[in-house]
């Protein structure tokens, strides 16, 4: 039974998966800093310093009025709908940033497809020699000699 699972872990996909969590974890932490610490400063002073993130409806009369929001879920229920909206945004800010990343990787993997397929055109030489070879296939000598 070692032996299988040491079989199954070391196979390529199983590494290979593992090393794209890995990356896409650091990915993550990179985007979540782009658009905690960049984007959404400039989308708060766009809108005048207003923080989503506590706006709420309070549910019960025990929830004080002006608390932070979580505060106030601390003391009863509400409806945080300004939590919603900063998570709401973050999200499309994040989809966005992967959209450009992927579309980028995308347009340099199609240009180095578009390298390769690209045919290379035969030297001088392989290219007479390929004459002969045609000519000898065919059972017929050639006329007169090829230029150079």
């Avoid at 959404?40 to 310093?49: E, L, Y």
């Avoid at 929830?63 to 709908?81: R, S, T």
């Amino acid at each position: 039974m070692l032996e299988e699972f040491k079989k199954f872990a070391l196979r390529g996909n199983v590494v290979d998966l593992a090393v794209g969590v890995i990356i896409g974890a650091a990915f993550g932490q990179i985007v979540t800093s782009l658009v905690g610490d960049i984007f959404m400063p400039i989308i708060g002073a766009v809108t005048g310093g207003l923080d989503f993130s506590n706006y709420y409806i309070p549910l019960s009369s025990t929830v004080q009025e002006g608390l932070a929001y979580a505060d106030a879920k601390k003391q009863g229920a509400v409806i945080g709908y300004g939590n919603f909206i900063t998570i709401a945004i973050n999200f499309l800010i994040v989809a966005f940033v992967l959209f450009l990343a992927i579309r980028s990787m995308n347009k340099l993997k199609k240009q180095e497809e578009e390298k390769v397929a690209e045919p290379k055109e035969a030297p001088e030489d392989v290219k007479l020699l390929g004459e002969i070879r045609d000519l000898l296939a065919s059972g017929r000598a050639p006329t007169s000699a090829p230029p150079r």
